[in-house]
């Protein structure tokens, strides 16, 4: 069955630091993968995606992803985290054939502690 | 360029009743998704429209119909509400499937159901 999984409940970062928040899937095939950001009481807004190429992708408000094949996972990072990070992040894989749907994780807190 | 615009915001209704919820795609969108986030969970895809045509589905019952009109614009309808049919309903809109381009969703109807 195609899954995405975020083993993660919640993470607490304290500014300034680094963060990850941990995807993994399994899909058979090749997945675009995506990571959203959820503010309370709003909808999905849209960090970055992977269709192929660089492993490594860069998105908005400094967010980056590492793509690993072998690992199946596509972790999601900044160098310096801020207060106004904390957010409720999904990731999502949407499969390369025609069942054409996003399938999201479970979704992962994250705290920014000032 | 309005991104993907939903209506109403919040609703309340009584278990039994009928409900339409609205969406009108990114300009220049013709595949329009449409899930249920219920509280604490990530969205569940409910079913997908392209060419006025329901594509794909998930594993929700046929309370939950939908429409797509000549503008690309959708509803979706759910009959005979229940009170676990509560929750945050995002519509998402795309180009042609199958590629990679990215899905984006609007800030959902909030509905609650008593």
């Known amino acids: 069955a195609q899954s995405v999984a975020q083993p993660e409940d919640q993470v607490n970062v304290a500014e300034g630091n680094p963060l990850t928040v941990k995807c993994t899937y399994s899909v058979s095939g090749n997945p675009y993968l995506f990571w959203y950001v959820q503010y309370p009481n709003r909808g999905l807004q849209f960090l970055l995606k992977?269709?192929?190429?660089?492993?490594l992708v860069k998105g908005s408000y400094g967010f980056e992803a590492e793509f690993n094949k072998s690992q199946t996972s596509f972790h999601l990072k900044k160098p310096s985290a801020l207060v106004s990070d904390s957010a409720l992040y999904f990731c999502a894989v949407r499969l390369l054939n025609r069942d054409d749907k996003i399938i999201f994780g479970k979704g992962t807190r994250l705290h920014i502690l000032p | 360029d309005a991104g993907v615009t939903q209506s109403p915001t919040h609703l309340i209704k009584t278990r039994g009743q009928q409900v339409t919820l609205r969406c009108s795609p990114k300009?220049?969108?013709?595949?329009v998704s449409w899930y249920q986030q219920a509280l604490g969970q990530g969205p569940q895809f409910i079913f997908q429209y392209y060419e006025e045509e329901e594509r794909q589905r998930g594993n929700f019952p046929d309370r939950f119909s939908g429409h797509q009109f000549p503008n690309y614009s959708s509803e979706l309808n759910v009959n005979a509400l229940l009170l676990g049919d509560s929750a945050l309903y995002l519509c998402?809109?795309?180009?042609?499937?199958?590629?990679?381009?990215?899905?984006?969703f609007g800030e959902g109807s909030w509905l609650t159901v008593v």
């Open positions: 998402a809109s795309s180009l042609l499937v199958g590629s990679g381009n990215t899905i984006y």
């Open positions: 992977y269709i192929t190429g660089d492993n």
């Open positions: 300009s220049g969108h013709d595949t």
